[in-house]
T-cell receptor
Framework: DVKVTQSSRYLVKRTGEKVFLECVQD?????MFWYRQDPGLGLRLIYF?????MKEKGDIPEGYSVSREKKERFSLILESASTNQTSMYLC????WGTGGGEQYFGPGTRLTVT | RKEVEQDPGPFNVPEGATVAFNCTYS??????FFWYRQDCRKEPKLLMS???SGNEDGRFTAQLNRASQYISLLIRDSKLSDSATYLC????????????FGTGTRLTIIP
């Protein structure tokens, strides 16, 4: 059974804090993704990684960075959190070469920045 | 024009009815198409892939119309448990591993 786990379900941070969101998958997937989901805007891709240490910007990378030091782990970093980064953050993973294929999502982290 | 567009609904449908959603996409080079289901406060999960020849899985049928650039999802004999938000997802060009998601269509099945 594929499992994608995220480090926290709920997180409250203050403006200006550095925030780390971690995602771990156990299916040996090459691809990992970070999305944010907001009402009316849907799922928007922040960053994508197709291999260790490889990353690509998604549609909304500003204010975010990522790290992938191990295949199973993909971290999203908010260098200096701002209130407009309050959102639901979803991590996903998939096999490479499936043209998008089936993405497996983690349960999400609801981040509130005050 | 948005890359992927869906009618947000809500669709309120009586139990047992048939309901259909469409999703339009703008990139004619897109190769892969999917329907995901997202329950309230849960993560999206793949419902079904959409093949050129259509795809049926029990009460669910997905179809692709390349000429008009849309995909559809048909749910027959709807159940209360079908209440959810349905997201369509489309990849970019051939070999592109990234998906662009629609904003979702909210469906509520009424007893």
């Amino acid at each position: 059974d594929v499992k994608v786990t995220q480090s926290s379900r709920y997180l409250v941070k203050r403006t200006g804090e550095k925030v780390f969101l971690e995602c771990v998958q156990d299916m040996d997937h090459e691809n990992m993704f970070w999305y944010r989901q907001d009402p009316g805007l849907g799922l928007r891709l922040i960053y994508f990684s197709y291999d260790v240490k490889m990353k690509e910007k998604g549609d909304i990378p500003e204010g975010y960075s990522v790290s992938r030091e191990k295949k199973e782990r993909f971290s999203l970093i908010l260098e200096s959190a701002s209130t407009n980064q309050t959102s639901m953050y979803l991590c996903a993973s998939s096999f490479w070469g499936t043209g998008g294929g089936e993405q497996y999502f983690g349960p999400g982290t609801r981040l509130t920045v005050t | 024009r948005k890359e992927v567009e869906q009618d947000p609904g809500p669709f309120n449908v009586p139990e047992g009815a048939t309901v259909a959603f469409n999703c339009t996409y703008s990139n004619s080079a897109s190769q892969s198409f999917f329907w995901y289901r997202q329950d309230c406060r849960k993560e999206p999960k793949l419902l079904m892939s959409v093949y050129s020849s259509g795809n049926e899985d029990g009460r669910f049928t997905a179809q692709l119309n390349r000429a008009s650039q849309y995909i559809s999802l048909l749910i027959r004999d709807s159940k209360l448990s079908d209440s959810a938000t349905y997201l369509c997802a489309v990849n970019g060009n051939f070999g592109n591993e990234k998906l662009t998601f629609g904003t979702g269509t909210r469906l509520t099945i009424i007893p």
